[in-house]
């Protein structure tokens, strides 16, 4: 078992479709004690879930977009396991219409908002870690991206920048955090149908173009993506960081 021994937080589970759902069973799989954020509304839900396996914690972390939310769920975090080995971050929001509309709409609201929520937040959360000195020795980040960051997919709009911004700060982060030994990487999975996709016009399309084009043919799982997040918590990865991974069946690889 790869985590035996480590305490690793889940930031951003909602139901049994959450990449970090997968994330959660397979770090569970490898012998980590799990701790999982959530917001409010999907408390309920998560709970259930988490029932399933011992030991699991669930700790409210509403809004990422205020540091008070961020600051009072890692404090209950601390009190209730102290430090911590590694942390998930599998966060982001941007509006409907936003990927709806072409991306030349975007508000200012509307940009200032998918950055806040699904990228500043990695920042503000590391930080918080540092400040409160959450982390143990080797510790490892991780916050999930997509293809969109890299090029224009359609559709994708206000969060391809956003995850493009949650890239560059990973690599930031990776120097910062790296002189205390602290690793940060990116894992960029391919499309999977959660909750979040489900609003997404053509997402249907998106998933049959990987199916024909990825070397591998097909689509991942949470399952997978959930396994290369425990490899990336773990000490067989030590000398990864300011990495972004593809766990994408092959996908950003091909070219025509
Ligand atoms: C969000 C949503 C972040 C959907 C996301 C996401 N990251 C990946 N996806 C799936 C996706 C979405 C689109 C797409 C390809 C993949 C929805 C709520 C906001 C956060 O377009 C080609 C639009």
């Not at 959530?38 to 399933?52: I, R, T």
């Not at 509307?110 to 409160?132: C, F, I, N, P, T």
Request: proline share 1%.
């Amino acid at each position: 078992m790869l985590l035996q021994g480590k305490k690793v937080v889940i930031m951003g589970v909602r139901n049994k479709w959450s990449i970090a759902w997968g994330a959660t069973k397979a770090a569970y799989d490898q012998g980590a004690q799990v701790i999982c954020t959530c917001s409010e509304g999907s408390s309920s839900k998560v709970k259930d879930l988490l029932a399933e396996l011992p030991e699991a914690e669930l700790v409210i972390c509403n809004d990422v977009s205020r540091d008070e939310d961020i600051d009072q769920a890692l404090e209950e975090i601390k009190t209730k396991v102290g430090k911590i080995d590694g942390l998930l971050h599998a966060i982001a929001h941007a509006n409907t219409e936003d990927l709806r509309n072409d991306f030349i709409l975007t508000s200012r609201e509307g940009y200032a908002h998918a950055q806040d929520v699904s990228s500043y937040s990695l920042v503000a959360v590391a930080r918080m870690l540092r400040e409160k000195q959450m982390l143990n020795s080797g510790a490892s980040l991780i916050a999930y991206s997509y293809f969109g960051a890299e090029k224009a997919v359609q559709g994708y709009n206000v969060m391809g920048v956003a995850k493009a911004a949650l890239e560059a700060s990973i690599r930031y982060l990776a120097v910062d955090l790296g002189k205390e030994g602290y690793r940060i990487n990116g894992i960029s999975a391919g499309p999977i149908k959660t909750l979040s996709a489900k609003g997404i016009k053509d997402f249907g399309t998106i998933l049959d173009m990987v199916e024909e084009r990825a070397p591998l043919h097909r689509n991942v799982t949470i399952e997978e993506v959930g396994n290369s997040t425990a490899l990336l918590f773990s000490d067989l990865s030590s000398a990864i960081t300011g990495e972004i991974i593809h766990v994408d069946n092959g996908f950003s690889i091909v070219g025509v």
